[in-house]
């Protein structure tokens, strides 16, 4: 049996959110009981909660919605890059050391370890011109461990009109901590939310 490796960060009540987004809640809108034989809950929270894949509505507003995305480009192999505390935004020079016969698919690890309690205002995003030289290198998903491929404070989204211009797709909030550089395959499907500017995605790799 193949090994695979869970990346995707715990949600609960304390998970953290963008300032200003809704956060995970959970109720009971029905406990077992003598009346009841199930437990049935009712969440409510944005789709960029945890682990998640933005659709093109999310940074276009003529863009298609998450459920109307092919799903092919969130299954396949992948290579993790390791880009550990290396400033606000991460070029190309950060990556140089294994860009070299690139799969379609990479993961940008840039903490040492996930905040797990609070939102990162100085999370580390990318550079446009980065994610403009990966897709002329043939990659469709990017994905990184931090909130964002932008600043957290961008009002002009740089490098998400980086991937709406390039047809790229994107993974955000991945939990990398214990993932060491290399190839893997990667499986992260959204659900098939036909409205939705987004959403969550049980992200694993799995050994090639």
Avoid at 34 to 46: F, H, R
Avoid at 178 to 192: M, T
């Amino acid at each position: 049996m193949k090994k695979i490796w869970d990346i995707s960060p715990p949600i609960d009540v304390g998970s953290p959110v963008f300032p200003g987004d809704t956060p995970f809640q959970l109720n009971w809108s029905a406990q077992i009981s003598d009346e009841c034989p199930v437990n049935v809950s009712a969440i409510t929270l944005s789709p960029h909660v945890g682990s998640h894949a933005d659709a093109p509505l999310h940074y276009d507003p003529s863009g298609v919605a998450i459920g109307q995305v092919d799903l092919h480009t969130f299954i396949g192999p992948c290579r993790v890059i390791h880009a550990i505390n290396l400033g606000p935004l991460i070029t190309l020079q950060h990556l140089a050391h294994r860009l070299q016969d690139l799969p379609e698919r990479v993961l940008v690890r840039t903490y040492q370890t996930f905040p797990v309690d609070h939102f990162d205002t100085q999370l580390t995003a990318f550079a446009p011109e980065t994610l403009m030289a990966l897709a002329d290198l043939g990659v469709k998903l990017i994905g990184i461990d931090s909130a964002s491929i932008d600043p957290a404070n961008s009002k002009t989204l740089d490098s998400h009109q980086v991937i709406r211009l390039r047809n790229m797709r994107v993974l955000e909030n991945l939990q990398l901590d214990n993932i060491q550089e290399g190839d893997y395959e990667l499986i992260a499907l959204p659900l098939k939310l036909m409205n939705a500017d987004a959403s969550p995605v049980r992200a694993i790799l799995r050994e090639l």
